[in-house]
C-alpha cells in the first residue's frame, strides 16, 4: 500500500467525544482524502485537501472537521462522535491528472472505528 | 455532479467461467474511470483505468474493462474466474477539475469451486 499509513488502525470510543483519526502519506502526494465505507453505500467521501491548509467539504462533511498543517498528514477529526459514525474510515492520495498517467488513488489500510 | 453506479450487490460465477461486473457512469466531458479491488479487512486495490485511447483496457491480476461511450458503461471483465478473485469491487470516477473520487456502491464477486 503505497506509503499510506492511518492510525489508529481500531478505535472504541464512547458517544459525545472528540476523536481524531491521523493519515500519514510518505509519498508527497498533494491530494488527501477521508473516506466512509458503510454496507449499501459503497465509500462517501467526507473531506478533501488539495495542498496544505487548503480543504474543502464532501457529500457526508456534517459532523466531520479535518486539518492538513503538513503535505504528509491529514487529520479527520470527529468533534462529538455520534452511533452514526461507526464506521470504516480511509484515507486516500493522488496527485493532479495532469499528465494523464499519475491518474489514480491510493488507499491506505482503513481505520475501524466504533461509537458506543 | 458526477457519479457511477454498480447495478449488481452480488455476483456469483463458477471457476473457469468468464465474469462480469457492470458499472455505468454519469460524467460532465470526458470521464477518468477506475476499477478497484478490495479484500477483507484491506484498503482499496487499484486494479485498472480507462483515461483516454483504447476502449479495452487491462490491468492488473488479468482482469480488463470495456469502455463504451454510447452505453456510458464500463463494465469490468475477466476471461476466467479464479476463487481468489472474490472479493469486492468497486467502479469510480475522478471528477475534472475537482479532483475529487466518486465510488458506486460496490458489488461482492463470488467465485464458486
Known amino acids: 500500500d503505497a506509503g499510506i499509513t492511518q492510525s489508529p488502525r481500531h478505535k472504541v470510543t464512547e458517544t459525545g467525544t472528540p476523536v481524531t483519526l491521523r493519515c500519514h502519506q510518505t509519498e508527497n502526494h498533494r491530494y488527501m482524502y477521508w473516506y466512509r465505507q458503510d454496507p449499501g453505500h459503497g465509500l462517501r467521501l467526507i473531506h478533501y485537501?488539495?495542498?496544505?491548509?487548503?480543504?474543502d467539504k464532501g457529500e457526508v462533511s456534517d459532523g466531520y472537521s479535518v486539518s492538513r498543517s503538513k503535505t504528509e498528514d491529514f487529520l479527520l477529526t470527529l468533534e462529538s462522535a455520534t452511533s452514526s459514525q461507526t464506521s470504516v474510515y480511509f484515507c486516500?492520495?493522488?496527485?493532479?491528472?495532469?499528465?494523464?498517467?499519475?491518474?489514480?488513488?491510493?488507499f491506505g489500510q482503513g481505520t475501524r472505528l466504533t461509537v458506543v | 455532479a458526477q457519479s457511477v453506479a454498480q447495478p449488481e450487490d452480488q455476483v456469483n460465477v463458477a471457476e473457469g467461467n468468464p465474469l462480469t461486473v457492470k458499472c455505468t457512469y454519469s460524467v460532465s466531458g470526458n470521464p477518468y474511470l477506475f476499477w478497484y479491488v478490495q479484500y477483507p479487512n484491506r484498503g482499496l486495490q487499484f486494479l485498472l483505468k480507462?483515461?483516454?485511447?483504447?476502449?479495452l483496457v487491462k490491468g492488473s491480476y488479468g482482469f480488463e474493462a470495456e469502455f463504451n461511450k454510447s452505453q456510458t458503461s464500463f463494465h469490468l471483465k475477466k476471461p476466467s474466474a479464479l476463487v481468489s478473485d472474490s472479493a469486492l469491487y468497486f467502479c469510480a470516477v475522478r471528477d475534472i477539475p475537482g479532483n475529487q473520487f466518486y465510488f458506486g456502491t460496490g458489488t461482492s464477486l463470488t467465485v464458486i469451486p
Open positions: 486516500a492520495i493522488s496527485e493532479p491528472p495532469w499528465d494523464r498517467v499519475n491518474t489514480e488513488a491510493f
Open positions: 480507462y483515461i483516454t485511447g483504447d476502449n
Open positions: 485537501s488539495y495542498g496544505v491548509k487548503d480543504t
